[in-house]
């Protein structure tokens, strides 16, 4: 067995580090062990980690561009609140609320983790804002660098580090799902106001097609959903609206994916190559009951991937 093997250590010392230790005490011997472990490296092995380990790569993409398309995606989000995020949340900030495993977390030894969602993040926002103000809608947005340690898929512009624009809305739930049919109305609104934005600043995202995800007992509401975007959509700008209307394709599909509570939208668009790509995924999640153990609590996030539409879908280059 390799001593690399977690299995391979001690059981009585796993044991203790695992469960027997208090965090605190864990935290400081952690810190510790990496201290002494720093203490050892030289400025070569330093080196030699920054040319080869992906997890510390700097971007693809010019941070020039990364800015602009932030400010025209915030722009986009007017009517969210924009939060700037910490870089790390506390440890299990996704795992503990959803179907997702702490090994594709980078985990540090001060007890939190790097952030590799924002919209967990800015639903622990939401939970606390909520014990606060009870009846309040609470609507926010960011726009964030996220690390996520799992396996690259094998296409083009995917990193184990990357930007990702997010909307989150909270609130009580109102009969017949009503603040989750309209909260997923605005959100796929402002995302494709974003994309029509980003048309006028040097982007293109041709062939963009709606889809909407719901298990059996939620169909009803996806396809309520699903008539507020059957008809044409209008591209709008600062000063007039398109005098041509813009197809937008709507599908409804089957959603079998646990982890959303019922329903999911994704927005694709189609790159020069003629590949679709499901640039921006959002729905319902259960997290917020979690989090605040009301069972009327309701939680609607969705994020794009931004530094995705630079790279893949950006025609000139308006910043050096």
């Given at each position: 067995?390799?001593?690399?093997?977690?299995?391979?250590?001690?059981a009585?010392?796993?044991?203790?580090?695992?469960?027997?230790?208090?965090a605190?005490?864990?935290?400081?011997l952690l810190?510790s062990?990496?201290?002494?472990?720093?203490?050892?490296?030289?400025?070569?092995?330093?080196?030699?980690?920054?040319e080869?380990?992906?997890?510390?790569?700097?971007c693809?993409?010019?941070q020039?561009?990364?800015?602009?398309?932030?400010?025209h995606?915030?722009?986009?989000?007017?009517?969210?609140?924009?939060?700037?995020?910490?870089?790390?949340?506390?440890?299990?900030?996704c795992?503990?609320?959803?179907l997702?495993?702490?090994?594709?977390?980078v985990?540090?030894?001060?007890?939190?983790?790097?952030?590799?969602?924002?919209?967990?993040v800015?639903?622990?926002?939401?939970?606390?804002?909520?014990?606060?103000?009870?009846d309040?809608?609470?609507?926010?947005?960011?726009?964030?660098?996220?690390v996520r340690?799992?396996?690259?898929?094998?296409?083009p512009?995917?990193?184990?580090?990357?930007?990702?624009?997010?909307?989150a809305?909270?609130?009580?739930?109102?009969?017949?799902?009503g603040?989750?049919?309209?909260?997923?109305?605005?959100?796929?609104?402002?995302?494709?106001?974003?994309?029509d934005?980003?048309?006028?600043h040097?982007?293109?995202?041709?062939?963009?097609r709606l889809?909407l995800?719901?298990?059996?007992?939620r169909?009803?509401?996806?396809?309520?959903i699903?008539?507020e975007?059957?008809?044409?959509?209008?591209?709008?700008?600062?000063?007039?609206?398109?005098e041509?209307?813009?197809?937008?394709?709507v599908?409804?599909?089957?959603?079998?994916?646990?982890?959303?509570?019922?329903l999911?939208?994704?927005?694709?668009?189609?790159?020069?190559?003629?590949?679709?790509v499901?640039?921006?995924?959002?729905?319902a999640?259960?997290?917020?009951r979690?989090?605040t153990?009301?069972?009327?609590?309701?939680?609607v996030?969705?994020?794009?991937?931004?530094?995705?539409?630079?790279?893949?879908?950006?025609r000139?280059?308006?910043?050096?």
């Amino acid at each position: 067995m390799s001593r690399t093997d977690p299995v391979s250590i001690d059981a009585t010392l796993r044991q203790s580090l695992a469960q027997g230790m208090a965090a605190t005490e864990l935290w400081s011997l952690l810190l510790s062990v990496l201290g002494q472990r720093a203490a050892q490296r030289s400025p070569s092995t330093v080196r030699q980690q920054w040319e080869t380990d992906r997890f510390v790569q700097p971007c693809a993409v010019n941070q020039r561009t990364l800015n602009e398309l932030d400010s025209h995606l915030l722009a986009a989000a007017a009517d969210f609140e924009a939060l700037e995020l910490s870089p790390v949340a506390p440890l299990a900030s996704c795992s503990t609320v959803a179907l997702t495993s702490q090994n594709r977390i980078v985990s540090t030894a001060r007890g939190t983790e790097v952030v590799s969602d924002p919209t967990n993040v800015l639903a622990l926002e939401c939970a606390r804002r909520l014990r606060e103000a009870p009846d309040a809608t609470i609507k926010l947005t960011t726009s964030h660098r996220c690390v996520r340690a799992q396996a690259l898929p094998k296409r083009p512009g995917f990193a184990a580090h990357f930007r990702m624009f997010c909307l989150a809305s909270a609130a009580h739930e109102r009969k017949d799902h009503g603040f989750v049919t309209e909260a997923l109305i605005e959100h796929i609104r402002t995302h494709i106001a974003a994309l029509d934005r980003l048309e006028q600043h040097g982007y293109h995202f041709p062939d963009r097609r709606l889809r909407l995800l719901a298990t059996p007992e939620r169909r009803h509401v996806a396809e309520r959903i699903g008539r507020e975007f059957s008809a044409p959509e209008r591209r709008h700008s600062s000063e007039r609206v398109s005098e041509e209307p813009r197809e937008l394709p709507v599908t409804l599909e089957t959603l079998e994916h646990r982890y959303y509570d019922g329903l999911r939208f994704m927005l694709d668009a189609g790159t020069p190559d003629g590949n679709a790509v499901p640039l921006i995924d959002g729905g319902a999640f259960d997290w917020l009951r979690k989090l605040t153990d009301n069972k009327r609590m309701a939680y609607v996030a969705s994020g794009m991937g931004s530094q995705l539409a630079a790279m893949l879908f950006r025609r000139v280059a308006r910043i050096a």
